[in-house]
């Protein structure tokens, strides 16, 4: 008996990692989110058969609205040019559709639905009552004009704007889409509306809307999770090397918490290529050249002469450290990196970009006991002061960088709690990739079970 009850739960997930592949061909990015979320939760499927008999699933994994715009502009010498611009609504279970926007040459429906898919389960783990969306458009910004910047954001709010609100919709930055495009896009969103209607957006200038330490929060609160982490182990971050891929604002804010908290980081990276400074990274020429002149990493050697430089960015992980914090984009480490990171003695692999290892990368981390702690929990920090940003926004008032701070360490503590607590429970004791994925997962799935068939 027990025997055929496996039987037919298995094959129902399964059945619906198969169905995503064929309704949703080549898009091999949101189906591997798809896999790995479901494989991990199989064994919870099995003992609740009203999931299987409520089509949750089914629901679960087909995003509820799919918005596909033409984004014309025109550039600073006159000639027009036409990108697509996205928005994926994929589920609001547990509150309005939230997620970032992502401008960046490689955007296409299976990097939108990934990111789209994961955030639902982020969303669901910060304990606040947000949805899960994704947007964004293949417009690379690099190497264009403020000008050109903010005719395309204003072209993308043109069609956007009706699909957003602070009840509906709320997006906010991701790759490519920082301060000053938030900027831009909410300047259009108020011309065509008539209303300042600050809790649409998030990621809002501190002066007008925004909230303090939305800014750091992503990479402080990814430094916040591993404190955690390292606490139960006896360690902390003093004196650990630490690598950080990327430069982007997830990058610099873990670099900047990491030496707050004593520890060395030695390199990162652009699309380019990576730095590597034995002596420790200096922070503030890294903000000169990303975060003030938009440059390119490879610039660090101007004003660092003794680091070295490598044009390939898949090489810093060849660098020996003890704690890794793959910050830059999605499948940046698969099993090679991940053996050498091991082989290298690496003690704690920690994802803030978005689905940063392969699923092949982290069973190497997890067979080698390296500590691993999966990016929908690690990086929930972002969107949780992003939800805190809307809080303010709702009661009209500005907390202090203190007291947001003090907040966004809570929220981490508490993910990373519940995570562990669940991975205990389903005795996977350490497994943080199986407790983050249940513990959103049974969240949402009740709350969609509570609202019916829709
Ligand atoms: N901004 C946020 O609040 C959050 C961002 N994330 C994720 O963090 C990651 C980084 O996002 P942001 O820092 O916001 O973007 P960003 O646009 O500020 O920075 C991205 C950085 O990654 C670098 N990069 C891109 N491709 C690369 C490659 N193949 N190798 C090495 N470096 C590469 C870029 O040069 C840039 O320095 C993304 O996966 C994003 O989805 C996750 C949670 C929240
Ligand atoms: O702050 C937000 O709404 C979104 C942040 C984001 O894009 C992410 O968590 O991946």
Redesign the pocket.
Known sequence: MSNSIELTQESYVDSIIERVVVRNPGETEFHQAVREVLESIKPVVELYPEFEENGILERLTEPERQIIFRVPWVDDQGNVHVNRGYRIEFNSALGPY???LRFHPTVYPGIMKF?AF??TF?NALTGRPIGGA?GGSDFDPKGKSDSEVMRFCQSFMTELYRHIGAQTD?????IGVGNREIGYLFGQYKRITNRFEAGTL??KGVDWGGSLA?TEA?GYGLVYFVDEMLKDIGETFEGKKVIVSGSGNVAIYTVQKVIELGGKVIALSDSDGMVYDPEGIDLNSVIEIKEKRRGRIVEYLKTHPSAEYNDNSKNIWKIECDIAFPCATQNEIDMEEAKTLVNNGVLVVAEGA?MPCTPEAIECFQKNNVLFAPAKAA??G??A??ALEMTQNSMWESWSFEEVDKKLREVMKNIYSSIKTTAEEYKKDGDLVFGANVTAFLKVARAMMDQGIV
Request: glycine share 20%.
């Open positions: 939230k997620g970032g990111l994961e955030q982020k994704k709320i997006p906010a930055g991701d998030t990621g939305r992503t978005n990086n929930a972002g969107v002061t992003s």
